[in-house]
């Protein structure tokens, strides 16, 4: 058992903290829309089978519904503005700032009324995070490596995907999380293929023009980095505290960075660092803040069930 929990930290942290690099590889040859289209299509579809072979009911159409809601906003608003502009932005970076979700999610938290309320520490944690982006962002464009526009669209990505999270974290409900995960990717594969088609992808795509580098890409963060890493996160939510999988959010940009500057030599300048330290920081004092207060919460009121937070288990759905 203890090797099985191993192995199955070791696909969530490598493989979602790869799928960068796989994008990366994937974006040489293959146009950005279209790519996470095929990706969110097939990745969807294998899910879905999965949870209808295991059982699992046909969806209400309020979990549809929601499912489609949701899936715009994680896979168009967030993967599709990622691979956009991933075309100019390398991979370590725009993983760093994709670690923002769990700060736009607080902040949400913060402003929305109802539902979870962070603690004044974890609201705290906020602070350093964004002291990390906007150093990260001064710095990387006022060298003119990075346009301003692109860091914004990273922003606006990470702001989707924990808007997404934070309506589905309301409203999922009890409905299988691996079924509602193949909707969602279904409903944001069909969204992201009339995107790529008003954009005029497909005119323009060749299979001829496309390398075995950049199908190679594409596979490994179909199937890889949705289907068997998110297997893999689904089943460690049975096997250890939520708090304890979650580890994943500072986790994978660490391991972005490296593989970024390993197999394609992004450079990483100290202020870059820097600033990823700080958002890493934030995030892993925000989920041991949040640990801290439902360990407290769980000790003073011991007739509550204790349950697992939904937001982790949407904040990190088919990355």
């Keep these: 058992m203890h090797l099985a929990i191993a192995t199955a ?11 960068y690099l796989a994008l990366a ?7 950005p829309f279209t790519v996470m289209a095929a990706r969110c299509l097939i990745g969807g579809a294998i899910l879905y089978a999965a949870a209808r072979a295991a059982g699992t009911s046909a969806p209400p159409l309020k979990a549809v519904m929601l499912a489609a809601f949701c899936g715009v906003l994680f896979f168009v608003g ?3 503005l990622l691979a956009y502009a991933q075309q100019r932005v390398h991979s370590g970076l725009a993983a760093i700032l994709l670690a923002t979700i ?3 999610i607080t902040l949400l938290q913060v402003l ?9 520490k974890t609201i705290a944690f906020l602070f350093p995070g964004v002291a990390g982006v906007a150093l990260i962002a001064s710095q990387e464009t006022s060298t003119g490596g990075v346009r301003a526009s692109d860091i914004v669209l ?18 999922s409900g009890s409905f299988s999380p691996l079924a509602l995960s193949g909707l969602e990717l279904l409903a944001g594969g069909i969204a ?16 001829s023009n496309v390398s075995a580098v950049s199908i190679a890409g594409w596979a490994y963060l179909t199937l890889m980095g949705t289907v068997v890493a998110f297997a893999a996160y689904i089943w460690l939510l049975k096997q250890v505290p939520a708090t304890l999988v979650a580890t994943y959010t500072f986790v994978n940009p660490i391991i972005a960075v490296l593989v970024g500057w390993i197999f394609l030599g992004e450079k990483l300048s100290f202020w870059m660092l820097a600033g990823a330290a700080l958002v890493i920081a934030s995030v892993a004092g925000m989920l041991l803040a949040r640990s801290k207060s439902q360990r407290k919460a769980k000790t003073s009121w011991p007739v509550q069930l204790a349950m697992v937070s939904s937001r982790d288990r949407q904040a990190s759905r088919a990355r």
């Design 78 to 80: 967030c993967h599709g």
């Design 112 to 120: 929305v009324p109802g539902g979870e309320r962070p603690t004044w």
């Design 25 to 31: 590889l994937a974006l040489q040859s293959l146009p």
């Design 192 to 207: 992201l293929l009339a995107v790529g088609a008003t954009r005029g992808e497909f005119g323009g795509l060749h299979l």
């Design 9 to 19: 930290f070791a696909a969530i942290y490598l493989l979602w903290g790869s799928t």
């Design 102 to 104: 769990p700060l736009w």
């Design 154 to 171: 990273l922003l606006v990505a990470s702001l989707s995907w924990a808007a997404g999270t934070f309506v589905s974290e309301r409203y």
